[in-house]
Nanobody, 122 residues
Framework: QVQLVESGGGLVQPGGSLRLSCVAS????????MGWYRQAPEKERELVAT???????DYADSVQGRFTISGDNGKKTVYLQMNSLKTEDTAVYYC????????????????WGQGTQVTVSS
């Protein structure tokens, strides 16, 4: 019943910027961590950035200083501002809400969005 929907992906030139958004629907009571992951073809899904309910953030070294994660637990929304994009940032980006307590769920669990394509190319 809980669904996460990403938006904001697209095609940009190196050095460009994109802002990704993810909004959850459903009866969510609490979210411990919101985050973004990405997966390039033939590669494993990797962590990009996370933010806790308390506001603590963590970034992959490869995006530190270029990407900024922000969110609002009350609005069940997380954002990823991506600046100075590089070709190696090309991937499908997935939002993730972890340790989520939701109506209809027996225990806390993680939820994933369907992914949004980010392509950085000249």
């Amino acid at each position: 019943q809980v669904q996460l929907v990403e938006s904001g992906g697209g095609l940009v030139q190196p050095g460009g910027s994109l802002r990704l958004s993810c909004v959850a629907s459903g009866s969510i009571f609490s979210i411990a961590t919101m985050g973004w992951y990405r997966q390039a073809p033939e590669k494993e899904r990797e962590l990009v950035a996370t933010i806790t309910r308390g506001g603590s953030t963590d970034y992959a070294d490869s995006v530190q200083g270029r990407f900024t994660i922000s969110g609002d637990n009350g609005k069940k929304t997380v954002y990823l501002q991506m600046n100075s994009l590089k070709t190696e940032d090309t991937a499908v980006y997935y939002c993730n809400f972890d340790r989520v307590r939701a109506r209809g769920a027996w225990t806390e669990r993680a939820y994933w969005g369907q992914g949004t394509q980010v392509t950085v190319s000249s």
